[in-house]
């Protein structure tokens, strides 16, 4: 169970203890407390997994973990509404996106259907209820590797790309290859489009208007 919110945690651990009489919970804080966790307990049948908490930005954690755990079912637990960012969860490996809005049996209906092997997400992120472009959206931001989902998310916050690459210790020059095939996959050809597209699937805040970055 990875949530910085100790209430939320707590209370969606009670509605699994007594979905599911003798689970045995882990609870992770951070992206590295729940990496931790899943060296230590290589058994965990699914990982429960908050977008908003230290170290994930947003969707890159999600990509991080799916990398390092191919196998492991990761249901994503969050307070986004996005239907398109739930789609985009979904198609980077996610097993499944549940509301935070979703009532304690909705919740665990949903981890029931994920742990028998199905993919669960709310009606309005199905492909059917999706607009094409957001379902094509999803697919070609599914491509980008957990380094440039996370160089994707500092540009979404206006980071430019020195800053970048002090932020997550590589080059400037590293940064740049990886705008580059950000922009390629994505399908756009300036970094402010690219931020628009992030922006539609909640990958990070708005920007303000002096905050647009200016860089190719």
Do not use: C
Request: hydrophobic share 50%; no cysteine.
């Amino acid at each position: 169970m990875a949530d910085d919110h100790p209430m939320v945690r707590d209370a969606l651990a009670a509605a699994l203890a007594g979905a599911f009489p003798g689970a045995k919970i882990a609870f992770a804080g951070t992206l590295a407390e729940t990496q931790a966790v899943l060296e230590n307990l290589p058994e965990i049948d699914l990982v429960i997994l908050d977008l908003d908490m230290p170290g994930m930005l947003g969707l890159s954690g999600l990509s991080a973990l799916r990398s390092q755990h191919p196998s492991m079912p990761i249901a994503i637990v969050s307070a986004t509404t996005n239907p398109a960012a739930m789609r985009q969860a979904v198609e980077m490996g996610a097993a499944g996106f549940i509301p935070k809005l979703a009532a304690a049996d909705r919740f665990v209906e949903a981890v029931r259907a994920i742990l028998k092997g199905s993919v669960w997400v709310p009606g309005e992120a199905q492909d059917e209820a999706l607009a094409a472009r957001d379902v094509d959206l999803a697919l070609r931001a599914a491509q980008l590797t957990p380094q440039q989902h996370r160089v994707l998310s500092l540009m979404a916050e206006g980071m430019a790309n020195k800053l970048i690459a002090y932020e997550m210790q590589i080059s400037e020059p590293t940064v740049k290859a990886h705008v580059t095939e950000i922009l390629r996959k994505l399908g756009v050809s300036s970094r402010t489009q690219a931020v628009i597209l992030a922006q539609r699937l909640a990958l990070g805040p708005a920007l303000k208007p002096a905050e647009s970055p200016a860089e190719d």
